[in-house]
């Protein structure tokens, strides 16, 4: 199994994490985003967005993290665990990845980019944006140690990597306890791979 990455990437990241705590083994195949080694026919031809990441799974091919997770989910995840079968279950689990594709990225990831990719973002409006989404996540975190439980979903590893790199965003995450023993626990979790800290000044691709 491949997984096409740059440590930079939340995504990719958050692909990594499922990866490590279902056990599969992987080899990570280092894009150079600087090089735009994503906008190659080669690439393209993996993934017509020209984004990463993207698994390669012994010729099935499946890009964007979000999809990576629903399909490790039902291929690997034999006790569903990590994406439930019952309908709620799923349903809540689904709710959280489209939560990382809109709030948690166009807040605390786009804060990010500021600093980490010299991104166009306007941090007077995308660091509101991200402390009004980690107010709804510490709601949540109030009333269960997992975003849609007891047990670890792959709800958390959507969410993870992106809030638990937001103070290189200016996002200050003092203010959100219950999140911050979340992060805790997942960082705890066996098969736990970190999100490495990201040099600043790289340039966007």
Known sequence: MKLYHHPISG???RAQLALSLLGLPHELIHVDLAARAHKTPEFLAMNPFGQ???????????PDSGAILVYLAERYDTDGQWIPRDPVGRARVQAWLSAAAG??????????????????????????RAHALLAV??????????LIGERPSFADVAAYSYIANAPEGNVDLAGYPALRGWLARIEALPGFVPFAQSPVGLRAA
Do not use: K, M, W
Request: no cysteine; charged share 20%; glycine share 4%.
């Open 11 to 13: 995504h990719a990241h």
């Open 52 to 62: 990463i990441p993207v698994l390669d799974d012994d010729g099935t091919v499946v």
């Open 137 to 146: 996540v510490e709601s949540e975190l109030q009333r269960r140690p997992f």
């Open 103 to 128: 709030p948690i990225a166009y807040g605390v990831s786009a804060a990010r980019l500021i600093h980490v990719v010299s991104a166009r973002f306007n941090p007077d409006e995308v660091i509101p």
